[in-house]
């Protein structure tokens, strides 16, 4: 294990998309982050400034144009094919502000898929699921399907399914927009509590402040750069 730089560094990432009319669109442009193992980061900014495209980057989802991103000393553009697959679902566990439970299979199951997927790993998966679907909340919920469950209840079976794979780092995309503020707030109450008792490093892309404010660091994302931020800069 690399102790003697960050977790996670990313040194000057940029990302272009084009657009409908084959034009350029520079979203990233230059960012820089660095975050030490165990700490909670948030990331705010007015929609369509890119925050969902950092966090994809940051979780080996997609590539920057330029840049570099490391992880544990682990170099992400050194990962190709099946390696850069192994790192994602060894190393990151995301959640999204839509829980994408697959329809089809109970809650459990929802939890078991990650093992399911990876070759040989069935030992023990139902009963680690179940563990991981009580350390939530839900276990009572394991055996309905999505449909059936609350929005809260969905997102919290979500970060279970995150974390059936004991990521070391946790990307969540506005893991409470869809929420009502109630339900919002115990969400975020157990991603807090998940990261102090795995000690999970945490990156969270939100636009509620009251969740922020409690991150150890909260960057804003503007013009395509990252800046520090206190609460109230951090509009949108």
């Given amino acids: 294990m690399n102790t003697s730089s960050p977790f996670i560094q990313a040194t000057g990432i940029h990302k272009s998309y084009l657009d409908a009319e084959g034009n350029k669109l520079h979203i990233l442009r230059g960012v820089d982050l660095a975050v030490e193992r165990g700490k909670t980061v948030a990331i705010m900014g007015a929609s369509g400034t890119g925050k969902s495209t950092l966090l994809h980057l940051l979780g080996a989802l997609d590539r920057p144009d330029q840049g570099e991103t490391q992880v544990n000393g682990t170099a992400l553009s050194s990962l190709k094919g099946d390696a850069m697959a192994e790192f994602r679902n060894r190393t990151v566990g995301f959640v999204f502000q839509f829980h994408h439970l697959l329809n089809d ?132």
């Fill in 105 to 236: 299979f109970t809650a459990l199951e929802n939890v078991m898929m990650p093992g399911w997927i990876q070759a040989g790993k069935v030992t023990n998966l139902q009963s680690q699921a179940m563990a991981l679907l009580e350390e939530v909340g839900v276990d009572h919920r394991a055996r309905q399907k999505p449909s059936q469950l609350s929005g809260g209840e969905q997102q919290r079976v979500a970060i279970a399914r995150a974390l059936a794979n004991q990521p070391a780092v946790l990307l969540a995309d506005e893991p409470t927009g869809n929420l009502d503020q109630e339900t919002g707030e115990k969400v975020s109450a157990l991603l807090l509590e998940l990261n102090r008792r795995r000690g999970l490093t945490l990156i969270l892309v939100t636009h509620n402040s009251h969740l922020a404010e409690r991150m150890d660091h909260v960057y804003f994302l503007e013009d395509g750069r990252l800046n520090s931020a206190r609460i109230g800069q951090a509009h949108g």
